[in-house]
């Protein structure tokens, strides 16, 4: 299975993105969005207070750093040249970019933003004082439909996250505490994936290892994003996992309602009343399907059940480079695709071959949450499940 994305994977993005800036009146285009830097160059970075800005024309590619950064981006092969300043505030980090921007030619641009975002306490001027500026959101959108090489990647993480899965199931028991076994589960199931990919894994992660598995429990259940409980397991805990890998930047998302000990009738209730709605989700997607409807077929059967009361959230989100990506599958989709407030039209509300999407319908008691999550690819037939831990009750009842 291929762990890395190819060069013509990047070739081609970069050659969509200058077919847009020919089409326009400008010269160059530009991206301040550490996300969108990497998915256009494979050059990937933490976003802080000292900008990182890409400058693609049709001739040339550019990019501007922070000195700290200039070793791990020189060399790569889509980037022609790279600009650098000291530090931030320190450094003058628009200024070097205009610098950047005048050698390729570019009195005016289509950036993604007037200027880099204030992570971190950056407060520095907007790109327009150095340049004409319009600005675009082309790179978020492309990144709706994965090709094939990039849901390869996807289903390679949903192995490994697998893995995590059981490593974490194999680790629950009553006494052990929520937080060491889910690092004791995400270290196993790290070794096992860089021993098996070797000199094929790509460095993505920092300090901590490619597969994160674990899981809240008791009380914070009930928080669709509850934290872990400083509680050691006890028998009667509901628990809500989360199992990811990352493989070349890309994951995958598979969580599951699990029991320590055998569930009471009250637990196996809300269990099948959520498996019935990721069951009902699954059964409606589809290419062309309108994204809205998935999530209204679920809200219509938590009506039927008298349980709307007890639901926090919408169907699921596509899913790639970030953890949340749109679109979502969202009741309020379809009327968001058309309103004044967005760039997207009707063709934006359905599914299409190539988006990939969490199903994790979930309910919330007072008690305790329920809430499976699967990654699902949308196919030209149909569908392709992507994580595959078994979902029924007796196969999530730790013993």
């Known amino acids: 299975m291929p762990t890395r994305l190819l060069d013509e994977e990047f070739d081609a993005r970069l050659a969509s993105v200058r077919e847009r800036i020919a089409a326009s009146d400008a010269d160059a285009g530009v991206w301040f969005d550490a996300t969108s830097i990497e998915y256009l160059t494979g050059f990937a970075h933490v976003q802080t207070e000292r900008p990182v800005v890409l400058g693609v024309a049709p001739e040339a590619c550019a990019i501007t750093v922070p000195r700290l950064e200039v070793e791990r981006c020189e060399g790569n092969p889509r980037v022609d ?73 996807i289903r390679e993480s949903a192995t490994w996250a697998n893995l995590g899965h059981r490593y974490l199931a194999d680790f629950t028991e009553p006494g052990a505490h929520p937080a060491t076994v889910s690092q004791r589960a995400s270290m196993e199931a790290s070794r096992a994936m860089l021993d098996a990919l070797g000199d094929r894994f790509v460095e993505r992660v920092r300090a901590s290892g490619p597969v994160q598995a674990g899981y809240i429990s008791a009380h914070e259940t009930a928080l669709p994003h509850g934290h872990t409980p400083n509680q050691r397991l006890r028998e009667g805990d509901v628990l809500i996992t989360g199992a990811t890998a990352n493989v070349d930047g890309y994951r995958s998302e598979l969580e599951r309602t699990m029991f320590v000990g055998e569930p009471t009738d009250e637990q196996a209730h809300y269990f ?9 989700a699954i059964e409606a997607l589809g290419p062309g399907v309108p994204l809205a409807d998935v999530d209204e077929a679920v809200w219509s059967y938590f009506e039927e059940q008298g349980i709307t009361d007890l639901a926090r959230h919408h169907v699921g989100h596509n899913i790639g480079l970030g953890a949340h990506e749109p679109p979502y599958i969202d009741r309020g989709w379809a009327a968001h695709c058309g309103s004044e407030t967005t760039s997207y039209d009707e063709s934006d509300a359905t599914m299409r071959p190539g988006h990939v999407y969490t199903i994790e319908p979930g309910i919330y008691t007072e008690e305790a949450g329920y809430r499976h999550s699967d990654t699902i690819a949308i196919t030209e037939e149909g569908i392709e499940p992507l994580t595959y831990f078994p979902r029924d009750l007796e196969a999530n009842v730790v013993r």
């Open 272 to 280: 099948e009343l959520m498996l019935e709605a990721q069951d009902i």
């Open 81 to 153: 040249r790279v600009h650098d300043y000291f530090d931030y505030p320190g450094g003058k980090p628009i200024e070097t970019v205009a610098e950047m921007l005048r050698g390729m030619g570019a009195g005016s641009v289509l950036a993604d933003a007037d200027g880099a975002p204030g992570v971190m306490g950056y407060e520095g001027p907007p790109l327009s004082e150095v340049v004409e500026v319009e600005t675009q959101s082309w790179v978020p959108r492309m990144r709706w439909r994965k090709s094939a090489a990039e849901i390869d990647l």
